[in-house]
C-alpha cells in the first residue's frame, strides 16, 4: 500500500491522518478535497512535496475519482459533510457528499479493485441512556436521529452491499467524537478553547448532561492505520478511547485548564435532536488488530489540544467570526 489516496484529507480528521501517515510509514499520499468550509490547505502544510500531492475535486466527480483510483493502492474515504447544525438547516449537501459521494467512490473501487477503507461515526447507532451501562459495539442497530447520521448510516450500508455484491476489498470504521488540532471552531471543544483566548464567555447546550465518548485524532489515525493494514475485509470496527465526559464536564475542565473560573459559561438552548449519550465498544479493534490509545488521559489530551489553539491563532482566526454570527443568530 506504498500509494494511498485519502478523500476529504483537508479537514479536521483527514488532515491529522495525513500527517500521521507521513510521520510514521514510507508512503506517498495524495489528497482529494473540495476545500468547502471545513476543509483547509493551511493543515496540510509543511508536508514533504516528494511524497505529498494536493487534488481539489469532488468525490461525485467520477471522471476525477476514477483517474486517482487508478493511481493509488489504497483508499481512505474521510470525505463527509458532518457538522449536525448544519444537517439541520440544509440536508440536501449531506445527501450528495455522504450517499452519492461514497456511492461514487465504491464504483471506482469496484473497477480497479482497490482496498477502500471508509470512515465513519458513531453517530449512527442513536444514542443511548444517561443511565444505560451499555456501549455502541459492531452488533449495535443502526438507529440515526439526524440528516447527518442518517445520511451516514446510509453511507456505511452501501459500502456493506458493495462488499457483498460486488466483491469490493472495503472496511469500515465508526469513530466516537474526535479532537485535537485542525478541528473547525464550529465544534463544541475548539469553539470553546477559541472563545476563552477571545475573552468569550463559552457556551453550553441545555444543562450540559449530554455525554460523549472522546478520543484524540492521532489515536483515530492511529487506529484508522491499523484497520487498513490489518484489518479483514468486510468486517466493522468501532474505535473508542474510554473517554465517556458530559459537555458540562468538558466545558468546565477547559476553563480550568485555561485559568478561568469554571463556572464561567451561559447556557442556551439545547440543539434540537441532540442526542444524550454515545459510548464505544473498541473490544474486538484491541482484542483482534492489537491496537490501543496513546492518549488515555483525557486531560492531558485537552491541555495539549489547547495548546495548539494558543499557538495557531493565524489557522482558526479566519473562520471565527463567521462561525460566531452564526451562532449567534441562533440565540447560541
Same mark, same amino acid.
Given at each position: 500500500?506504498?500509494?494511498?489516496?485519502?478523500?476529504?484529507?483537508?479537514?479536521?480528521?483527514?488532515?491529522?491522518?495525513?500527517?500521521?501517515?507521513?510521520?510514521?510509514?514510507?508512503?506517498?499520499?495524495?489528497?482529494?478535497?473540495?476545500?468547502?468550509?471545513?476543509?483547509?490547505?493551511?493543515?496540510?502544510?509543511?508536508?514533504?512535496?516528494?511524497?505529498?500531492?494536493?487534488?481539489?475535486?469532488?468525490?461525485?466527480?467520477?471522471?476525477?475519482?476514477?483517474?486517482?483510483?487508478?493511481?493509488?493502492?489504497?483508499?481512505?474515504?474521510?470525505?463527509?459533510?458532518?457538522?449536525?447544525?448544519?444537517?439541520?438547516?440544509?440536508?440536501?449537501?449531506?445527501?450528495?457528499?455522504?450517499?452519492?459521494?461514497?456511492?461514487?467512490?465504491?464504483?471506482?473501487?469496484?473497477?480497479?479493485?482497490?482496498?477502500?477503507?471508509?470512515?465513519?461515526?458513531?453517530?449512527?447507532?442513536?444514542?443511548?441512556?444517561?443511565?444505560?451501562?451499555?456501549?455502541?459495539?459492531?452488533?449495535?442497530?443502526?438507529?440515526?436521529?439526524?440528516?447527518? +447520521?442518517?445520511?451516514?448510516?446510509? +453511507?456505511?450500508?452501501?459500502?456493506?452491499?458493495?462488499?457483498?455484491?460486488?466483491?469490493?476489498?472495503?472496511?469500515?470504521?465508526?469513530?466516537?467524537?474526535?479532537?485535537?488540532?485542525?478541528?473547525?471552531?464550529?465544534?463544541?471543544?475548539?469553539?470553546?478553547?477559541?472563545?476563552?483566548?477571545?475573552?468569550?464567555?463559552?457556551?453550553?447546550?441545555?444543562?450540559?448532561?449530554?455525554?460523549?465518548?472522546?478520543?484524540?485524532?492521532?489515536?483515530?489515525? +492511529?487506529?484508522?492505520?491499523?484497520?487498513?493494514?490489518?484489518?479483514?475485509?468486510?468486517?466493522?470496527?468501532?474505535?473508542?478511547?474510554?473517554?465517556?465526559?458530559?459537555?458540562?464536564?468538558?466545558?468546565?475542565?477547559?476553563?480550568?485548564?485555561?485559568?478561568?473560573?469554571?463556572?464561567?459559561?451561559?447556557?442556551?438552548?439545547?440543539?434540537?435532536?441532540?442526542?444524550?449519550?454515545?459510548?464505544?465498544? +473498541?473490544?474486538?479493534?484491541?482484542?483482534?488488530?492489537?491496537?490501543?490509545?496513546?492518549?488515555?488521559?483525557?486531560?492531558?489530551?485537552?491541555?495539549?489540544?489547547?495548546?495548539?489553539?494558543?499557538?495557531?491563532?493565524?489557522?482558526?482566526?479566519?473562520?471565527?467570526?463567521?462561525?460566531?454570527?452564526?451562532?449567534?443568530?441562533?440565540?447560541?
Amino acid at each position: 500500500m506504498s500509494r494511498l489516496l485519502v478523500t476529504g484529507g483537508a479537514g479536521f480528521i483527514g488532515s491529522n491522518f495525513v500527517h500521521h501517515v507521513i510521520e510514521h510509514t514510507d508512503h506517498q499520499v495524495t489528497v482529494l478535497d473540495k476545500l468547502t468550509y471545513a476543509g483547509n490547505l493551511a493543515s496540510l502544510e509543511g508536508l514533504p512535496d516528494d511524497r505529498f500531492r494536493f487534488v481539489r475535486g469532488d468525490i461525485g466527480d467520477a471522471a476525477l475519482v476514477d483517474e486517482l483510483f487508478a493511481q493509488a493502492d489504497a483508499v481512505v474515504h474521510y470525505a463527509a459533510e458532518s457538522h449536525n447544525d448544519n444537517s439541520l438547516d440544509e440536508p440536501r449537501p449531506f445527501l450528495d457528499t455522504n450517499i452519492v459521494g461514497t456511492y461514487t467512490l465504491l464504483e471506482a473501487a469496484r473497477r480497479h479493485g482497490t482496498r477502500l477503507h471508509h470512515i465513519s461515526t458513531d453517530e449512527v447507532y442513536g444514542d443511548l441512556e444517561l443511565d444505560d451501562p451499555a456501549r455502541f459495539t459492531e452488533h449495535t442497530p443502526y438507529n440515526p436521529s439526524s440528516p447527518y +447520521s442518517s445520511t451516514k448510516a446510509g +453511507s456505511d450500508l452501501l459500502v456493506r452491499a458493495w462488499v457483498r455484491s460486488f466483491g469490493v476489498r472495503a472496511t469500515i470504521s465508526n469513530c466516537s467524537n474526535n479532537y485535537g488540532p485542525y478541528q473547525h471552531v464550529e465544534k463544541f471543544i475548539p469553539r470553546q478553547i477559541t472563545n476563552v483566548i477571545r475573552g468569550i464567555r463559552p457556551k453550553l447546550y441545555g444543562a450540559g448532561l449530554n455525554v460523549r465518548d472522546w478520543i484524540h485524532a492521532e489515536d483515530h489515525s +492511529s487506529a484508522v492505520l491499523t484497520i487498513l493494514e490489518k484489518g479483514r475485509i468486510g468486517q466493522t470496527y468501532l474505535i473508542g478511547a474510554d473517554g465517556e465526559k458530559d459537555n458540562k464536564t468538558v466545558i468546565e475542565l477547559i476553563l480550568r485548564l485555561m485559568g478561568e473560573d469554571p463556572a464561567a459559561y451561559d447556557h442556551v438552548a439545547d440543539r434540537a435532536g441532540h442526542d444524550l449519550r454515545y459510548a464505544i465498544d +473498541s473490544t474486538k479493534l484491541r482484542d483482534e488488530l492489537g491496537w490501543q490509545p496513546r492518549y488515555r488521559d483525557f486531560e492531558a489530551g485537552l491541555a495539549a489540544t489547547i495548546d495548539w489553539y494558543r499557538a495557531h491563532e493565524e489557522w482558526w482566526a479566519p473562520a471565527k467570526d463567521a462561525t460566531e454570527a452564526f451562532y449567534a443568530s441562533k440565540g447560541q
